[in-house]
C-alpha cells in the first residue's frame, strides 16, 4: 500500500468499534483527510451498510485513489479533493462526517473550517466524528501529549494539540452538540458531535 502509516493502522480498530455504535444504518459517510485510505478500507469493509466517501487535498488523490481501487470495497466511493483552505466543500449531505488525527496537524484557522465546514454537510441528527488528542482546561492529558506538541511545533508552527473546549464551542456555534467524549487508546479522544440546528 502506498503511503502507509503505522499509526493509522494501530488506531483504525478502536475508532471502527466506536463509529460502529454511532453509526445509523445506511449512512452516508464524509470523511476529511483519508490519507492512504487505511481507515476508509478498514471500517468500510466491516461497515457494509456504510457509503464511505474519502477525500484529501488534490496532491494527495492519487496515492488515495490508487489504494482504494486496489484493496477497497464496493461501497467506498471515488475519492474527491477536499482543501480545507478552499473549503471545497460537496454539493450534498451525509450522516456522518469523520476526521481523525487532523485538527493537531492542520491550523487553527483549518481546524475552524473543518468543524463549520463539517456541520453545514450535516443531515438533521448527523454526526461529526473528530479522532485524536486534546488539551482540557490547557492541561495535557499525559506528558508524552506534551512533548508531541513540541514535536508538532517544531514541524509547523501553526499545528499543535487543540484546546477541547475550542473545539465544543466552534462546535456549539455551529449548531452540533456534544454526545460523547470517549477516551481512545494512545493518549487520544474520540469527540461525537450531533447536528442540533434543526431541533
Known amino acids: 500500500m502506498q ?3 503505522q499509526a493509522a493502522d494501530n488506531n483504525k480498530a478502536a475508532i471502527l468499534a466506536v463509529l460502529a455504535k454511532w453509526l445509523p444504518h445506511q449512512a452516508k459517510l464524509l470523511e476529511i483527510g483519508s490519507g492512504a ?3 476508509a478500507i478498514h471500517m468500510a469493509a466491516a461497515l457494509n451498510h456504510v457509503h464511505w466517501q474519502p ?3 488534490a496532491p494527495v488523490l492519487p496515492m488515495l485513489t490508487s489504494n482504494i481501487a486496489e ?11 477536499l482543501d480545507l483552505a478552499t473549503q471545497t466543500w460537496p454539493a450534498q449531505t451525509y450522516d456522518c462526517v469523520y476526521s481523525a488525527s487532523v485538527m493537531h496537524i492542520v491550523s487553527s484557522e483549518l481546524g475552524e473550517n473543518l468543524i463549520c465546514g463539517a456541520a453545514k454537510m450535516l443531515t438533521a441528527d ?4 473528530l479522532y485524536g488528542p486534546y488539551k482540557y482546561a490547557g492541561d495535557f492529558t499525559t506528558p508524552s501529549n506534551a ?3 513540541l514535536w508538532l ?5 501553526q499545528s499543535g494539540i487543540r484546546d477541547f473546549e475550542w473545539v465544543h464551542d466552534l462546535a456549539a456555534r455551529s449548531g ?7 477516551r481512545m487508546p494512545a493518549n487520544n479522544q474520540m469527540l461525537i458531535f450531533k447536528a442540533s440546528a434543526n431541533e
Open 37 to 39: 485510505g487505511q481507515h
Open 71 to 81: 484493496y477497497g470495497t464496493a461501497n467506498i466511493l471515488r475519492p474527491t479533493a
Open 153 to 157: 511545533k517544531a514541524r509547523d508552527a
Open 3 to 5: 503511503g502507509f502509516s
Open 126 to 129: 448527523g454526526l461529526l466524528a
Open 176 to 182: 452540533l452538540r456534544l454526545m460523547a467524549d470517549q
Open 55 to 57: 477525500t484529501d487535498r
Open 147 to 149: 512533548d508531541f506538541d
